[in-house]
């Protein structure tokens, strides 16, 4: 069982015309914004796999992928993550308490 899932060519090419996915989603004064081409990160780890679904996919730079286990940029993928899903989304995922997080991350973050 290993965490490797390479994206799916079709969903690489959508995400390569969305403008979402040409900077860093963090943007803090660590980064320039500027992500590698592709520099995506599987945010979404379920039942032992990285998830290929759109909304969990995220756009980081080099320094922020170095550190994104770190606790504080781990809460901040995640709400970045929560926020651009919809309800059909965290269907598919039932096992996590989405209702519950969404509320603790848009309480703290925005």
Sequence with gaps: MGLTKPIPQKLKEEMAS?????????????CNGRVNNPEWHHNLIYAGQRQNSKFCILPICSYHHSIEKRADVKEKLDYI???RATEKDFARYPKKNWSQLRKYLVKKYG
Aim: proline share 6%.
């Design 18 to 30: 969305d403008p979402f996915y040409a900077r860093c989603c963090i943007r803090d004064n660590n």
């Design 81 to 83: 993550m929560i926020m």
